[in-house]
């Protein structure tokens, strides 16, 4: 038996208020001739925090994939912003899974932000009037507005490598909101950083939603650090998925209909939740995210 962490939930939205900004309809996906989900059924409304959670190699990258048009569905469809997957060009941002920097590199924090600008034109010296054109302007004055966004002005100057983990993190949200995205993809954004920095990212990725009305759909292994701020949860099992409000998805009842094997969702003392009993997903990655052990998800429960 296995036990991965999950958590309780804040928000009570069932539907989004006005037009969704991404829908699934019946959604399904199979790579290399098998079935990682299917019948997905989603609504995001403009604003909102959705978590995509469950074991190792479910599909939770690949959904996002899926979103971005990088995964062709099986079955079903997705329309994000009204469009096809991959039509939203600029109005989706996107941040992949965590990439370390080595700590001898010299690129800025600044530089790191300005490449989700002009990414391609990046470390191409302008010709002088350009550097000085109401163009650049704005684009500086936008990426100061977003290092300040995320909180990383007092180091944004220095060498990416020189950063720490969660700052390095805030950083890449910050390329990932330049361009002023209205959906957000964030996958595992919390993964490898340290408990203090995961809730203060997660605070930062919730203001991002309310304040900024920001979309963010997130992959999460632990959804505790997330808890307080998410009004939807997709949660993905192999073959199935179930999808709605944090308090409807993450109970014992819905994750042993999905799994179809008895699963406990236990509520520590402080808040928590542990899901115990949760299957072996059919492939996993072993380089990391090793699920929590038994003994682990048992001290975690008090
Ligand atoms: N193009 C592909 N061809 C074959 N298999 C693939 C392809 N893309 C992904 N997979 C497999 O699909 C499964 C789901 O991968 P995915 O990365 O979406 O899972 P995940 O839930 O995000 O996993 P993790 O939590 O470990 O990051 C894995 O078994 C992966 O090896």
Not at 179 to 194: A, F, G, M, N, W
Not at 259 to 284: F, K, M, N
Request: hydrophobic share 40%; glycine share 12%.
């Amino acid at each position: 038996m296995t036990a991965v962490t999950s958590g309780i939930p804040a928000q009570t939205r069932t539907e989004p208020t006005g037009q969704p900004v991404l829908r699934l309809h019946d959604a399904g996906v199979r790579v290399g001739g098998r079935t990682l989900w299917s019948g997905v059924q989603l609504s995001i409304g403009a604003g909102e925090f959705t978590a995509v959670l469950g074991p190792n190699g479910v599909g939770k990258s690949t959904l996002i994939k899926a979103v971005l048009g990088l995964q062709p569905l099986a079955e079903g469809e997705i329309r994000v912003l009204g469009q096809a997957p991959g039509q939203a060009g600029r109005r989706v941002g996107y941040l992949p899974q965590r990439r370390n920097f080595d700590a001898s590199l010299r690129i800025r924090g600044t530089d790191i932000v300005a490449m989700g600008l002009d990414g391609d034109r990046w470390g191409v010296p302008l010709p002088l009037p350009e550097r000085f054109s109401p163009r650049r302007r704005a684009a500086r004055a936008r990426i100061e507005e977003v290092i300040e966004l995320v909180g990383a002005t007092k180091y944004a100057h220095r060498p990416i490598g020189q950063c720490s983990g969660g700052e390095q993190q805030r950083l890449l949200i910050a390329q990932a909101l330049v361009r002023r995205p209205e959906i957000l993809l964030l996958d595992e954004p919390l993964d490898s950083l340290d408990l203090p920095n995961q809730a203060a990212v997660a605070a930062l990725i919730g203001r991002i939603c309310r304040v900024e009305g920001v979309s963010v759909i997130m992959v999460a292994h632990d959804v505790n650090p997330i808890l307080g701020y998410l009004d939807r949860v997709v949660y993905l099992a192999e073959g199935g998925a179930a999808t709605g409000t944090p308090q409807e998805v993450i109970t014992s009842e819905t994750l042993t209909r999905l799994y179809g094997t008895p699963i406990e969702v236990l509520r520590t003392s402080d808040g928590r939740l542990v899901v115990v009993g949760q299957p072996e997903a059919p492939a996993r990655h072993s380089d990391r995210h090793a699920p929590a052990s038994a003994e682990e998800a048992d001290r975690a429960a008090g």
